[in-house]
């Protein structure tokens, strides 16, 4: 009913930046939080940022400063902006959103099926 679909990544160096973009789609009513995770091999997933509908915001601490996550909220779709990355940055990314579908009232959790990103020289 609802897809999360990720675009944005790929090979980047050392000190660059790459955007992510996250669109959802479907039989959409309502989209609450949205939020990137990233998983590394053989790693937890983790996240990564988290806006909220009202628009509060949670970055997890190693990339406080250098990644900003935003929202059109009219389009449903939520960006990643990653600047001065680092190796340690390489993993899948995903999209992560609490969406309300139409004819409910309960908001379901849905992930994204992943960008690649990878930060290498």
């Known amino acids: 009913q609802v897809q999360l679909v990720e675009s944005g990544g790929g090979l980047v160096q050392p000190g660059g930046s790459l955007r992510l973009s996250c669109a959802a789609s479907?039989?959409?009513?309502?989209?609450?939080?949205m939020a990137w995770y990233r998983q590394a091999p053989g790693k937890q997933r983790e996240l990564v940022a988290k806006m909220f509908s009202g628009e509060s915001i949670n970055y997890a601490d190693s990339v406080k400063g250098r990644f900003t996550i935003s929202r059109d909220n009219a389009k449903n779709t939520v960006y990643l902006q990653m600047n001065s990355l680092r190796p340690e940055d390489t993993a899948v990314y995903h999209c992560n959103a609490d969406v309300v579908v139409s004819g409910s009232y309960i908001p379901a959790n849905y992930w994204g099926q992943g960008t690649q990103v990878t930060v290498s020289s």
């Open positions: 479907g039989s959409i009513f309502r989209v609450f939080g």
